[in-house]
């Protein structure tokens, strides 16, 4: 998403920013998309660049602020009129961090790359801090020097499009949940596929439709989940579906269930709230309708079943999912609070 105007047109601006970002169709690339979509719309000159994209930084050589997503390359340097204003975002929790490190370091050895000590990094020498959940919020913080600002910013989603629609028809199951995560151990559905068994042992006509489950884990989940009767009530496909197709199966199932770690919720979650899904998740997602208490998976089992059995209540103080104008809001106050 880039500089397509006249100068003109660009001189309306308040000023111009760079979000650097894997274009990989992740997650964190999408909340990047829509953030610089969304600071547009209010008077930012934003542009959406692949931090490997060498033959293109003389487009950012006179950028204000660079917002790092995921990595901000040395080789721009060179390029910029002016020393760089950074904000990081810490995209991935703390745990999912070091993990990551850790298991790089031990698998490829000398010369692997770290993701912890980028963030740590990051932390001594970024302008500005920013994370999109109040726990890692303060877990940075805990690990910056004394009067380092590190902002929460709460993530939005764009309601314009993630919304209740009309069904296309309805997921088979009373009742039918849904789940589409990530398979890194930090979301990934190894728990849920435990104690589904017990669940549908007591509810047989329920089923779990399981998605993007990538096909090189199949090697191990599908011998597990043969084994432990859970694939008999489970549809279960390595299929990634498009933007509409997700918003049809958040608008089609009865609930949509999201287990990331330690309770933090997710993009994935939020548009399935906006989408005016039932939610489920661990203890802590603050815009989950239930929760689960993470841990002993039989204790899960029960939980789940008081759940879609209607024996348990919806959170009464379940927050209202952000628009991705509000994120848009606040990190520009960040910005204007470097640039003043």
């Not at 020498?125 to 919020?137: E, K």
Request: with cysteine; proline share 4%.
């Amino acid at each position: 998403i880039g500089r397509n105007m006249s100068e003109e047109q660009s001189r309306n601006f308040r000023f111009k920013t760079v979000h650097w970002t894997l274009t990989n169709g992740s997650g964190m690339f999408h909340v990047a998309e829509s953030m610089v979509k969304a600071e547009r719309a209010l008077g930012i000159d934003a542009m959406l660049f692949d931090y490997d994209a060498k033959d293109r930084f003389e487009l950012v050589e006179d950028a204000d602020v660079h917002i790092v997503h995921t990595h901000f390359p040395d080789a721009v340097r060179p390029f910029l009129k002016k020393p760089p204003k950074i904000v990081w975002i810490g995209h991935g929790s703390v745990e999912h961090v070091f993990h990551t490190s850790i298991e790089t370091g031990q698998r490829q050895g000398y010369g692997a790359g770290d993701s912890f000590m980028l963030c740590q990094y990051w932390l001594q020498n970024a302008d500005a801090i920013v994370t999109f959940w109040p726990r890692q919020q303060a877990i940075w913080k805990s690990l910056c020097d004394k009067n380092t600002v590190v902002d929460y910013v709460p993530m939005g989603v764009e309601k314009d499009f993630w919304k209740p629609t009309e069904s296309a028809g309805k997921f088979v199951g009373t009742p039918s949940l849904f789940t589409a995560e990530n398979c890194h151990y930090i979301k990934w559905p190894f728990d849920l596929f435990v104690c589904w068994p017990w669940v549908h042992t007591e509810m047989p006509l329920a089923r779990l439709h399981a998605i993007y489950i990538p096909t090189d884990q199949h090697r191990w989940y599908y011998p597990f989940i043969n084994r432990n009767g859970c694939s008999f009530r489970t549809i279960t496909s390595s299929i990634v579906f498009s933007k509409e197709s997700l918003r049809n199966a958040f608008c089609s199932s009865d609930y949509f269930i999201g287990l990331v770690r330690y309770g933090d919720t997710n993009r994935l979650a939020l548009e399935a709230n906006a989408c005016g899904a039932k939610t489920i998740s661990y203890i802590g997602n603050e815009y989950a309708d239930y929760w689960l208490q993470e841990g002993d998976q039989r204790v899960m089992a029960k939980q789940l079943l008081d759940i879609i059995k209607g024996e348990t209540q919806p959170r009464k103080d379940k927050l209202s999912v952000p628009d991705m104008s509000e994120t848009a809001s606040k990190m520009i106050s960040i910005y204007e609070r470097l640039l003043c």
